[in-house]
């Protein structure tokens, strides 16, 4: 698999994202935040005139984020036609995958194994490669809700 | 070369949408020549352009229908049924190549030559072909082509004009000039002048802090202006007459109905409202499935029709309409209903609900289980809509957009299926209201009043865990938005209590008013609504976002959900809503309200609010004086002016304060509003400004009060008669472009009819028209062309009047209104 990723940190644990997913890494100033909804969604903010969804990766996995930095940096993704910024702890670099994702014995965790595609080599190392929509929108059932 | 194609195929499809809707018409009217010209114009064509390309099937294929068409038009041959269906055949073939010639597929050879045989009428097999002897001959603008290959694209554009040329005359549906467009570029576009908007609202935010600059202030206005429109075309570009959509059905529900062996009428209404582009792309697919399975399941065979005392044609009615921001399209059809039992078998029997929820579903609940994934009563998948795709895919790919689809059905007299979609780009007026700091957009339709708290007209009471307030005579349930929303509290300053907040009432669509109790109104203006992330959208107390002029993005409240949530919307709120507040009159009596503002003299005035109709901000050009006395243009009516400082306006904008005695409309002109308060004490009468009737203490401060009264009396125009006498005009220019108006500002309507309280003539005309009016000879104006009277025409009894004497005529006319008033 030669296509380019785009690695980063989620709670300490790097992952990678399908650059072909990606739109832009932007710098996030301003997020208006979203009342009554899921704790993962940090708010909406505006990308010239395109209202994004913030999203707060580590919350999504239910990861504490007290401890943890924060990337001032935010990666922007279309799925299903919204567009999305991805919260995440760092944001590393670019990079192409040495072999196809696969699958480890007994799984990464049920909150990973929900949102990872399977484990992928890069040149910067294992990742987690990241399934993009589940991620973003199929919140299991104990969902944190606020509201 | 493939651009060359690339518009090849655009222009055949382009002129194949155009008529589909034409060769059903011709189906039903075989004999109809308009018809039958497009039709022939159509492959015609298609014909011609194939010289240009090795496309020698496509050709010869449209060649052959150009052929049998010919006859026709030559009425060497009559057209029927089977060449009707013949011709359809080869448009489908011709389609189904240009689709593979887009793919850049080879189209699978063979099955022309049938299609070819089919047009040929069956008793002039041998002759058909030597009618039309240029089977050989290519058309002329193939000549051209081959003999100058290095100009294909000149030619082409000289023949699409010709083509044109050749179209346009006679055309029924007038092609508009059009060039197609990806939508990314389209989408880039809008945005591009959305962010110019808000960069331009950044810029007069910073202009205005900077203060009046005349040498940046006039460009500036000019750009404001310039981009306000460079975005309405913008939004326009989107949008795209429904029509496109339904142009396609009637051929759709031919091609059905002959197929099921049905008979049905299919009644479009509604194309011109316009949508988004890609929403009428989105319910393409959904629409057409809904159809397929009114005309397969709903409409009965045409025996059973008539058996059940039906006419054997089914109707099947589409109609789209706007209502807000939403679209509804209607799919109708007038067969044999839902089964309700077997949809509940089914259900049943697929584990989709159990006998206990069953028996506590309403006969609504059960019909919409239809769009239940895994759900199909039909008892034989037929090929129509057994296609594996279900209405739970309908509702998926609607709910995608933010739409909804509900069914009614009654048996026996037909299914209902409606469709709603938002218009995504809609622009809607709205208002922002802040709580916590944080703003939130409510749309403007949901507005029933705003009103603080502070004034003693709502009467603020809590019951249980709930907060009535007495608005109008009712008690209504106040909502705290910060509760709603559940924002923390504020650190800094302790939340005012409830009752000291900014009310704003809404009222629903049922009629049910709840109120919303919030820190303070932000702003009040247009907001494009945007579309939000299904997860934020799962919460349900938001329908979109916008942006606002800073470029901060806000949420846009769902109105409807949250007063859903909290149960406004059920029928016992109705009942309590009904009734009746005791004592109201005591709770207006206790609390007058006025609004304070400074006039141009700088003096700080109230006048009484109930007179203020509405705050009007417009542009100073907009006034105009005639006679010392000033007016206003609004909302296009025209309005007396009052309150103006002397002297030149050097302002470009106003406020003006729209006052109303409910009668006729008058606009006060001030400095700046400053606020609303109660008239809690006593006014003290003073004299000397007529328009000033007392003065009162507002807070520490006095404030002259406005009398209403004298104000109206002295500046108030009185509204327009409603009936105003009508008049009859001599049918000339003269009377159309110099006379009209005299007749008009002279308080008569032009009459378009004999029925009129006056009428003028000329005396020369004067033949069969004066037996007519003779019954009342003083409703009779007569005009003479030369400002002596004639004395050569002494039998001229009748008085007439030069027609450039003006005060003769009008006094004419009022004295013969008089006359005709009297009827």
Known sequence: MKDLLLVAHIGGRQCAFDAIDVQSVIELDEVTPVPGTFDHIAGIAALRSQTLTVICCRKALGIDTRKLSLDHRAVVVTVRGHSYALKVDKIEDITTGVISPETVLGGFGDEWSRVATGMIETTLGPSLLLDLPQLIEAISDDVRAVA | ?823
């Open chain 2, 1 to 823: 070369m493939d651009e060359l194609l690339a518009d090849f195929v655009a222009e055949t499809r382009e002129m194949l949408e155009a008529s589909e809707g034409e060769i059903i018409a011709w189906e039903a009217n075989p004999s109809d020549r308009a018809r039958l010209d497009t039709i022939f114009r159509f492959v015609h064509t298609v014909k011609g352009n194939c010289g240009f390309f090795d496309f020698p099937r496509l050709a010869s294929l449209s060649h052959a229908a150009e052929d049998a068409l010919a006859d026709c038009r030559a009425g060497r041959r009559s057209a029927d049924q089977a060449l009707v269906s013949a011709v359809l055949a080869v448009i489908d073939r011709i389609v189904q190549m240009v689709d593979a010639i887009e793919a850049g597929e080879e189209f699978p050879a063979g099955g022309d030559e049938n299609l070819i045989v089919a047009l040929e009428p069956e008793t002039q097999m041998v002759e058909a072909p030597d009618l039309e002897p240029q089977t050989s001959h290519p058309h002329p603008a193939d000549d051209q082509a081959s003999s100058k290959p290095g100009q294909t694209e000149e030619v082409e554009s000289q023949s699409s004009q010709r083509s044109q040329k050749q179209r346009k005359p006679d055309h029924p549906a007038a092609v508009q000039r059009s060039i197609r467009l990806p939508v990314d570029l389209l989408d880039r576009v809008m945005g591009g002048v959305s962010d110019m908007v808000l960069a331009r609202n950044d810029l007069a935010h910073r202009l205005r802090q900077a203060g009046t600059q005349p040498t940046i202030d006039g460009p500036f206005e000019r750009l404001t202006s310039i981009l306000s429109d460079v975005r309405d075309a913008v939004t326009r570009m989107r949008m795209q007459r429904i029509e496109t959509l339904f142009s396609g059905l009637p051929r759709l529900v031919r091609d059905l109905s002959n197929e099921l062996g049905k008979q049905v009428m299919v009644d479009l209404e509604g194309g011109d409202v316009e949508m988004d582009r890609e929403m009428i792309e989105t319910i393409r697919d959904p629409l057409t499935h809904i159809i397929r399975n009114a005309i397969d399941h709903g409409i009965e065979k045409p025996s059973d029709r008539i058996a059940d005392g039906k006419r054997e044609i089914g109707l099947l009615s589409i109609a789209a309409r706007q209502s807000g921001n939403t679209i509804a399209i209607v799919v109708s059809d007038d067969g044999n209903g839902l089964a309700e039992d077997k949809i509940v078998q089914k259900a049943l029997s697929t584990k989709l609900i159990d006998a206990q929820q069953h028996e506590n579903m309403s006969r609504e609940e059960i019909l919409q289980l239809i769009f239940e994934p895994g759900f199909s009563t039909a008892s034989a998948v037929s090929n129509i809509s057994g296609r594996g795709v279900g209405l739970d895919v309908v509702r998926d790919n609607l709910e995608r957009v933010g739409g909804s689809i509900k069914v009614s059905s009654t048996p026996g007299i037909g299914t209902l299926f409606t469709l709603q979609m938002p218009l995504t780009l809609s622009i809607i007026p709205g208002l922002t209201v802040e709580s916590q700091g944080q703003r939130f957009g409510i749309p403007q339709s949901y507005l029933e009043e705003i009103v603080h708290a502070s004034s003693q007209t709502l009467d603020f009471k809590r019951l249980g865990d709930t907060s009535l307030v007495a608005f109008r005579g009712q008690r209504i349930p106040c909502l705290n938005l910060n509760e709603v929303l559940d924002l923390p509290p504020d650190k800094t300053d302790s939340e005012p209590a409830l009752g000291q907040k900014t009310m704003v009432i809404l009222r629903m669509a049922s009629g049910e008013q709840f109120c919303l109790a919030v820190d303070g109104i932000a702003h009040h203006g247009d907001l494009v609504i945007k579309p939000l992330a299904p997860a934020i959208m799962k919460c349900g107390l938001y329908a979109g976002s916008s942006l606002l002029d800073d470029g901060q993005p806000i949420l846009l409240l769902d109105v409807a959900n949250i007063a859903k949530r909290y149960d406004f919307v059920s029928d016992a709120r109705a009942r309590i809503q009904k009734t009746e507040l005791f004592d109201q009159k005591k709770v207006a009596k206790a609390s007058e309200r006025i609004m304070l503002f400074t006039d141009w003299q700088g003096r700080r005035c109230a006048v009484r609010l109930e007179l203020v109709h509405r705050i009007e901000t417009v542009a100073s050009s907009v006034v105009t004086y005639t006679a010392g006395i000033a007016r206003a243009v609004i909302d296009g009516v025209i309005l007396p002016l009052i309150g103006l400082p002397d002297g030149e306006l050097r302002t470009s904008k106003l406020r003006l304060l729209r006052l109303s005695d409910g009668m006729s409309e008058l606009l006060l002109a001030v400095k700046h509003v400053d606020d609303t308060a109660e008239l809690t004490s006593a006014p003290k009468p003073v004299e000397g400004d007529p328009l000033v009737h007392a003065i009162t203490l507002v807070g520490d401060n006095p404030a002259l009060l406005i009398d209403g009264h004298e104000l109206f009396s002295r500046h108030g125009e009185p509204p327009a008669p409603c009936a105003k006498p009508t008049c009859q005009l001599p049918d000339n220019e003269w009377a159309r472009a110099i006379l009209e108006p005299l007749i008009v500002s002279a308080g008569y309507e032009i009459a378009t009819q004999d029925d009129c309280d006056v009428a003028i003539v000329f005396a020369d005309d004067l033949s069969a028209e004066s037996e007519q009016y003779s019954a009342d000879e003083r409703r009779i104006i007569r005009l003479r062309n030369e400002p002596e009277v004639k004395s050569e025409n002494p039998e001229n009894a009748f008085p007439t009047i030069y027609r450039y004497d003006r005060d003769g005529l009008i006094q004419a006319l009022k004295h013969a209104s008089r006359g005709g008033g009297e009827r």
